[in-house]
């Protein structure tokens, strides 16, 4: 079945540092992939979404782009603040029948002023 | 206003007790979720209705029983539940399954 696999957190960083979080999925075709973004009390948020190979998605500053010859979507940000921290979920979704959001575990990050 | 929105945000209940967790979503999605998040697990996808018909139900206990009236409102009866079972229960919607998927913003339920 398809699955998703992130980078074990926690992950801690001081303002401005340089922010990647690894994620690789599998999946028999060629699914459309997500970043969700979970704030403390939160429920999850789309941050950004990648449909196709080389599509990049970004929002507010993250980025990520679909690849298809290594099966990942990493998450990026230049320089993270504070308001940054939460838990940060990849996911895929393959557009056929029965097919359900998969979910990676989340990685929770935290970063210091 | 949030397109899902989940009431209460916090529920304590005893494990007799009967209650209910409540979804509405305004987005005229035609597909509706309820997943559980418990500490140090991953998501797990509870049960699937679209046009207010269960699609799936992932061998989740009876004490769990939902119900979906209309396209826009999702319900979880709650019945004798364990401490096991306190958790993030978040409900989501999609314009149709197979799509992506809109959070609201849980209910913090505590057995006790």
């Known amino acids: 079945g398809d699955s998703v696999t992130q980078m074990e957190g926690p992950v801690t960083l001081s303002e401005e540092a340089f922010l990647t979080i690894n994620c690789t999925y599998t999946?028999?075709?060629?699914?459309?992939l997500f970043w969700y973004v979970q704030y403390p009390g939160e429920g999850l948020q789309l941050l950004l979404k990648?449909?196709?190979?080389?599509d990049k998605g970004s929002n507010k500053g993250f980025e990520a782009t679909y690849r298809k010859e290594t099966t990942s979507f990493h998450l990026e940000k230049g320089s993270v603040q504070v308001s940054d921290s939460a838990v940060y979920f990849c996911?895929?979704?393959?557009?056929?029948?029965?097919?359900?959001?998969?979910f990676g575990e989340g990685t929770q990050l935290t970063v210091n002023p | 206003e949030t397109g899902v929105t989940q009431t209460p945000r916090h529920l304590v209940m005893g494990m007799t007790n009967k209650k209910s967790l409540k979804c509405e979503q305004h987005?005229?999605?035609?597909?509706m979720y309820w997943y559980k998040q418990s500490a140090k697990k991953p998501l797990e996808l509870m049960f699937v209705?679209?046009?207010?018909?269960?699609?799936e139900n992932n061998s989740v206990p009876s004490r769990f029983s939902p119900e979906c009236p209309n396209s826009s409102h999702l319900f979880l009866h709650l019945h004798t539940l364990q401490p096991e079972d306190s958790a993030l229960y978040l409900c989501?919607?999609?314009?149709?399954?197979?799509?992506?998927?809109?959070f609201g913003q849980g209910t913090r339920l505590t057995v006790v």
């Open positions: 989501a919607s999609s314009w149709k399954l197979n799509t992506e998927a809109f």
């Open positions: 999946a028999t075709g060629y699914p459309s």
């Open positions: 990648a449909t196709k190979a080389d």
């Open positions: 996911a895929s979704l393959q557009e056929t029948s029965g097919s359900r959001l998969t």
């Open positions: 987005l005229g999605h035609n597909a």
């Open positions: 209705y679209s046009l207010e018909e269960r699609v």
